[in-house]
């Protein structure tokens, strides 16, 4: 299978496995991931997940021999996962998060290695980013006369400097970890086998916070993104609001009185 889970008590550990691939997205993979987030989003008892890949490499994009033929119909759906793609075309969209109705649960990268084209997408739908001091991030699809549909138009120019994004997305050239924690794409750079220990220490920290209340801020910062301040601070309202109405809200604060930790319970 292209795509190995882990649970650990509430974070779930996804990996990107076709190292003799360099975790290449073909059909399968993007099936299995769809499913993937699917199935977090609606389990209780997971919190935090964390994207990674296997052997040195996060993820090299689509497959260029299994995925883009099928998506510009050079072949036909020869494959169950074939067959599930052409019959239902937003699950490639929910495999790289690109909708923002996918999960309000939190999603951590841990880029091992190269993030590129696919992968560098898939990156950037995420919340927060751990990269590999030899990490390096780039967006190729116009080198090949392709177009990066996972999100990177929208997403890039929020998340970068406008110019900077601009020189990724036409250019199509590499740029380092460094280079991507300098303009805050990153969060941290730590060394190779740094990289998992890393995320997981983020997703723990999260983990152990008010659920409810975590997932909440997360869609409305989501939902107030590119928004005029008036309708931001009513979305921001909305949403946030019931969470003081919550048994998480009322455990917080009694837990902080009795100076022990919070017992959440996601209610």
């Known amino acids: 299978m292209p795509l190995r889970q882990e649970r650990r008590e509430t974070v779930l550990i996804l990996t990107l496995d076709r190292p003799e691939a360099r975790n290449a997205l073909d059909p399968e993979t993007l099936v299995e991931l769809a499913e993937a987030w699917t199935a977090f989003d609606a389990d209780p008892d997971l919190r935090v997940a964390i994207i990674t890949g296997s052997g040195n490499t996060f993820c090299s994009g689509a497959d260029l021999g299994?995925?883009?033929?099928?998506?510009?119909?050079?072949?036909?759906?020869e494959t169950p996962a074939d067959h599930k793609l052409k019959d239902n075309p937003r699950m490639q969209g929910v495999a790289l998060l690109r909708g923002n109705d996918i999960t309000n649960k939190p999603i951590i990268a841990a880029v091992n290695g190269h993030a590129i084209a696919g992968g560098m997408e898939l990156m950037q739908a995420t919340d927060l980013r751990v990269a590999s001091e030899n990490a390096v991030f780039a967006l190729q699809e116009a080198k090949w006369g392709l177009f990066p549909v996972g999100g990177s138009t929208v997403r890039l120019p929020r998340q970068l400097p406008w110019a900077i994004a601009?020189?990724?997305?036409?250019?199509?050239?590499?740029?380092?970890?460094?280079?991507?924690?300098?303009?805050?794409?990153?969060?941290?750079?730590?060394?190779?086998?740094?990289?998992?220990?890393?995320?997981?220490?983020?997703a723990e920290k999260i983990a152990a916070n008010g659920p409810l209340a975590v997932q909440a801020i997360k869609r409305s910062a989501l939902a107030c993104s590119g928004r005029p301040l008036p309708e931001a601070l009513a979305t921001e309202a909305e949403i946030g609001n019931p969470i003081f109405r919550t048994e998480d809200a009322v455990e917080g604060p009694r837990a902080f009185m009795e100076k022990r930790p919070p017992a959440f319970k996601g209610k």
């Open 166 to 202: 601009m020189e990724v997305l036409l250019t199509g050239g590499k740029m380092s970890a460094q280079d991507m924690e300098r303009h805050g794409l990153v969060n941290r750079v730590v060394p190779p086998d740094q990289v998992l220990p890393a995320a997981l220490e983020l």
């Open 66 to 77: 299994r995925l883009i033929p099928l998506m510009t119909g050079a072949r036909p759906p």
